[in-house]
Structure formats: structure tokens, C-alpha cells
């Protein structure tokens, strides 16, 4: 089976500075990964590539086996991101959250509330489903904000996080 990530030689520079220079690796399917390394080592640059937010300077990058220079579209299609940065509205609860994200992808609402609880269950997070999310750790919130992504997924086969 073809691998889900292909990274070969993989540069980026932006005004004579090199952020990736040279990376290669691989993602097989059913395979986890994680980038790990310093500040400033380019992890970031190349999660953005990996999802086309920007094109690589040199080197090859396909995921699902589409070159990322040309089929970005259809790639950013099975691509599920779930930033650091916290973007859960503070205003509502955390079960109302999962609700609220579900329905963005027309989640019908029963399967929606089935889901959230499933969801928050997995995270442990069932006891705090009622709290707001300015009441939650910053784990938590991540928590909760995975949870939400993780909603999709189930409606998305095919579908790799970032």
C-alpha cells in the first residue's frame, strides 16, 4: 500500500533563509507521527506545506499520492487541522462547542449529540461537559478542541489530521 505522506528533499527558504533544507520521510497508512525538534527548526513550515497553506521551495511532497504543488485542492479536501491555537467560542459550553462545530458539516443532531458524548467521554472530559471554556485548563481547551475535530473525521473516510 502506498504511503499516505511521501516528503523527499524537502526545501523551504524565504529570503535567504533555509527553514527546511533537505527533509525526507514517510507516513505509512495506519501510522502515527510527530515532528519533533527546536524552535525554529521548521516544523511548523513544513506542516504548512504538508496542507498547502504554502509551496516548498525545492524537493517532492505528495499526500495520498497527489504532488502537493498540484492537486492542493483535493488534498486540503481529506485534511483535518487542528491549530494551537485555541479557537472554541468562550461563550458557550463545552458540550454546546462540539455541538455547534458538528453542525458546520451538517451533522444531523442526534448523531451530533451521540458523537460529542462518545467524544467527550474519550477525552475525559464527560464531567466538565457543562462547563464554559474559559473554566478549563489550556489542556483541556485543546482537549475539547480535538474533540470537535475528531467529529468530523467520523463523517470524512480518508481523512488525515495535522
Known sequence: M??????????????????????SFTVAPG?????LGPNGA?????????????????GRLSVFGK?????WRAIKGRIGICHQENTLDPDLT????????????AMPKARARQRAEELLDFFALSHRSEAKVLELSGGMAQRVALAARLALKYMTPGLIWI
Open 2 to 23: 502506498e504511503n499516505i505522506i511521501d516528503v523527499q528533499h524537502l526545501v523551504k527558504r524565504y529570503d535567504g533563509l533555509t527553514a527546511v533544507d533537505g527533509l
Open 31 to 35: 501510522e502515527f507521527f510527530g515532528l
Open 42 to 58: 521548521g516544523k511548523t513550515t513544513t506542516i504548512r506545506m504538508l496542507y498547502g497553506f504554502m509551496p516548498p521551495t525545492s
Open 67 to 71: 504532488d502537493i504543488t498540484t492537486d
Open 94 to 105: 463545552v458540550l454546546q462547542n462540539l455541538l455547534v462545530y458538528a453542525g458546520y458539516f
